[in-house]
């Protein structure tokens, strides 16, 4: 099965400009979820879909970050404006649903610079 | 929310040995404790994962233990070999949404 695509791999930006991540999960894999990955720690939740809904967006930074999943596919995430404690690697993963029998499926991720 | 501690944050073994990785969580009602590995520039994997009805789970040279009353699991590998060099990621989580908080990593050094 194909994994999970994101797009772009990498993007340098300065600070206060905006930058947006696309990710297209495994095909039929209902749940989404955006990680934070800065240098040297663990991935952060930022926000999890089920289907098209919002499950969690508590870690999510709202006055800067948006993401959506309108058709409950492929999913986008914003950031406006970047601050250089943004940079880190964007992690996209999908899994069939949210019980613990439906493992997380990584993408490889976009690494974010900002100057 | 759920706060999960993994030690040590380094670790070099020499080829052939074991390596042990420990976690500890805060949530006593977490039930799912998985482990990812990450190679350098590369996605995180699933390697192997655990339930709290579970205290103990073997894949080939891989192993996990689990300790509900001290809250603490941990990832054994005997026979290391150079490919298991990488990032290891603990991680714990519970029901309904099996949110994951994962632990800072454990970045395993094989020296041949």
């Known amino acids: 099965e194909a994994g999970v695509a994101q797009s772009p791999r990498y993007k340098i930006i300065e600070k206060r400009q905006s930058v947006a991540f696309w990710c297209n999960p495994i095909s039929g894999h209902a749940t989404l979820y955006w990680y934070q990955q800065i240098l040297g720690q663990g991935p952060k939740l930022l926000i999890q879909?089920?289907?098209?809904?919002?499950?969690?967006d508590s870690q999510l930074p709202k006055d800067r970050f948006s993401a959506e999943r309108l058709k409950g596919v492929d999913s986008t995430l914003k950031i406006q404006p970047a601050k250089l404690e943004d940079s880190a690697v964007y992690l996209c993963a999908s899994s069939l649903s949210q019980g613990a029998d439906s493992p997380l499926h990584f993408g490889n991720g976009t690494r974010l610079t900002v100057t | 929310g759920e706060n999960v501690e993994q030690h040590p944050s380094t670790l070099s073994v020499q080829e052939g040995d074991s390596a042990v990785i420990k976690c500890t969580y805060s949530?006593?009602?977490?039930?799912?404790f998985p482990w990812y590995k990450q190679e350098l520039g590369k996605r995180p994997q699933l390697i192997i994962d655990?339930?709290?009805?579970?205290g103990e789970k073997k894949d080939q040279r891989i192993a996990v233990t689990l300790n509900k009353t001290a809250k603490h699991f941990s990832l054994h590998i005997t026979e290391t070999q150079p490919e298991d060099s990488a990032v290891y990621f603990c991680a714990a989580s519970k029901g309904p949404d099996y949110k994951l908080s994962f632990g800072a990593g454990t970045t395993v050094t094989v020296r041949a």
């Open positions: 949530d006593s009602a977490s039930n799912y």
């Open positions: 655990i339930r709290s009805n579970v």
């Open positions: 879909f089920q289907n098209n809904g919002v499950v969690d």
